[in-house]
């Protein structure tokens, strides 16, 4: 009898877990080990190994015994192109299950995961195959005596150690490898210890379509010991993390005795205006669901609104009932959507803030507690009169809580400067039907990313941060290039010869 996606994907997360090294599945040399919950029935799914030295010693060894062999390194483009393009099919065929996964996982709710994450997945793969044909350098005048060609040429970094996160761990994961492959490098993947199940189940996809062994290896484990070993490691070119700020700062600092290439997309605390000319059929669920999409467990999450005067009383309200209406639950019931957070811990450390919140004088509009049920759920949470010095508005939250500030004057410079007052500088978010506000806050704004009248991601363009969001870009021609070093050429040769 043919098994459903979701009975696949609940089977394939009771399996017992080891290490993908080498092309083989392999059982950790360490002992310690880790249980995998289920956040909306604190479930224990399974547990999965730390792995040590010796794990990370053995898979760094595999990459790079990968790269610098000749069934990857001399492989056509195109080859290196259709084996992208053939794993992204696989995912598509796959993707009921794999959204399962990621669902049981880690929370998301599943229509969101399977229409959103998991079909974004497969796009990334794709647009990184693209690039697979189009990545060179460029010729240059040369004005030194005699005649030269001059020209530059971009080539695989070399060994890449991919740390990704818990929030959306299957199409991060994809994004990272995927343009780490078509720049011609091999991978080291350490997927997130709250939610590692999907990418392993990418590992089998990676395994079926027929990559030299080595070329992507996965380590299970924990950022303490795993990851740092990883970003330290004497053998690994690169490391692209994402992740918390303060995680980025330890990874960078791991990397420093090597002085590896470093991607890093951090935290952040995105600011949203919504100006009087805005459309507010289409604002108010676009900042609503810009914090509680994916229990405001985002990286770009827009968590400090500001609102014009003349609209807000409307804005508040109808974010409020937004909130109010969303369905809270485990992500595989239907009509769920709004899941728990990753942990225990993370619920705690969302409740503090909330808490903290109310005694620093902000205003509950709605949400705030903690439902009386199994799972690490928080109700969506509206705050109003919340000022500056607010630890809810200066501190990235994580988690499915908004600061709701007014504003009265249209100018821009004090606009912006509000803005900008946080270490971050991620995203931020434009509601309006004015192009000169528009472009002049634009301008002003220090952020990697701004949206107008919208929100999502899209890997044709570049996504990473200002300030303390981290170093660097991925997605677009810029996420595969940070995967190559630029060599420069001069030719000289002899005319009329």
């Known amino acids: 009898m043919t098994k459903t996606p979701i009975a696949a994907a609940k089977e394939f997360v009771r399996a017992s877990v080891r290490h993908f090294i080498d092309g083989e599945w392999r059982k950790s040399h360490s002992d310690e080990t880790i249980d995998i919950i289920n956040p909306a029935t604190e479930e224990t799914l399974t547990t999965i190994s730390v792995g040590g030295k010796d794990d990370i010693d053995a898979a760094v060894a595999a990459a790079r015994k990968a790269f610098e062999g000749p069934k990857w390194r001399d492989m056509p483009a195109a080859e290196r192109e259709r084996l992208l393009l053939v794993l992204a099919d696989k995912i598509e065929a796959n993707l009921d299950e794999i959204a399962a996964i990621e669902t049981i996982d880690m929370g998301m709710p599943y229509m969101a995961s399977k229409f959103g994450a998991i079909k974004a997945a497969v796009s990334a793969v794709r647009y ?59 991978v080291v993947i350490k997927p997130a210890e709250l939610a590692p199940l999907s990418t ?22 924990d950022g303490a010991t795993t990851g740092s070993l990883l970003a330290k490691h004497n053998d690994v070119d690169k490391v ?122 902000a205003k ?6 903690k439902p009386d049920r199994k799972g690490f759920f928080v109700e969506p949470t509206v705050f109003a009169n919340v000022t500056p010095s607010m630890s809810i508005f200066r501190e990235e939250i994580f988690g499915p809580v908004l ?38 806050m634009i301008k002003r704004i220090k952020s990697g990313s701004v949206k107008v009248n919208g929100a999502g991601m899209e890997f044709t363009l570049p996504f990473g941060g200002y300030k303390q969001s981290g170093i660097g870009r991925e997605n677009g021609r810029f996420g595969v290039e940070a995967f190559t070093e630029v060599k420069a050429v001069m030719l000289g040769y002899t005319s009329g010869a």
């Open 364 to 369: 509950l509009i709605t949400g705030g507690a």
């Open 403 to 440: 600061s709701v500030m007014r504003f009265k004057d249209e100018n821009i410079d004090e606009l912006a400067t509000y803005a900008n007052d946080t270490p971050y500088g991620l995203s931020a978010y434009l509601w309006t039907g004015n192009l000169n506000t528009a472009h002049s």
């Open 200 to 221: 392993l189940r990418l590992a089998e996809l990676v395994a079926e379509t027929g990559f030299p062994p080595g070329v992507v290896n996965v380590i299970t484990g």
């Open 240 to 361: 692209s993390f994402t992740g918390s700020t303060a995680t980025g700062k330890m990874i960078l600092q791991d990397s420093i005795a090597g002085l590896k290439r470093v991607s890093l997309e951090l935290g952040g605390k995105s600011p949203v205006f919504i100006f009087p000319d805005a459309d507010l059929s289409k604002s108010i669920p676009g900042a609503a669901m810009g914090i509680f999409a994916n229990s405001g467990q985002v990286c770009a999450a827009g968590s400090r609104l500001y609102v014009h005067d003349a609209v807000y009383d409307q804005v508040i309200a109808g974010i409020a009932a937004f909130a109010e209406k969303m369905t809270l639950g485990d992500g595989l019931d239907d009509g769920v959507n709004l899941g728990p957070l990753i942990s225990e811990k993370q619920r705690v450390r969302v409740m503090n803030f909330i808490e903290t919140g109310k005694s620093q004088g």
């Open 128 to 186: 990184n195959a693209g690039w697979v044909r189009r990545i060179g350098g460029e010729t240059a005048p040369v004005s030194a005596p005699g005649e030269w060609h001059g020209y530059t040429t971009r080539e695989p970094v070399g060994v890449a150690a991919l740390i990704v996160p818990w929030n959306a761990p299957f199409v991060m994961t994809c994004g990272k490898m995927s343009a780490a492959l078509a720049a011609g490098c091999t």
